[in-house]
Nanobody
């Protein structure tokens, strides 16, 4: 059973930084592509950033240059470093991976950015 547990959310003022972590278990982490998604109230869940097993990354246009995704395979953990945060970054952030065609999600961590 794949389990993903996010941490690191909180409240921050605009321009501030946060680092989210996602600890994975129940899978061979090093072979999984991992992603961070976010969902703001009343909106759909959208991809923020993703990283492959080969450490290739891609980002949503809205976060390019401000967010950095990374992974530590020895710790079965993926990170999302968020800088220059804006009020529009306020959302619940979810960790995701797909294994044998099945999507797995964490429960999410709330990020609130005040102006």
């Amino acid at each position: 059973q794949v389990q993903l547990v996010e941490s690191g959310g909180g409240s921050v003022q605009a321009g501030g930084s946060l680092r989210l972590s996602c600890a994975a278990s129940g899978t061979v982490f090093s072979i999984n592509a991992m992603g961070w998604y976010r969902q703001a109230p009343g909106k759909q869940r959208d991809l923020v950033a993703a990283i492959t097993s080969g450490f290739s990354t891609n980002y949503a246009d809205s976060v390019k240059g401000r967010f950095t995704i990374s992974r530590a395979n020895a710790k079965n953990t993926v990170y999302l470093q968020m800088s220059s945060l804006k009020p529009e970054d306020t959302a619940v952030y979810y960790c995701n991976t797909k294994l044998l065609g099945v999507d797995y999600w964490g429960k999410g961590t709330l990020v609130t950015v005040s102006s």
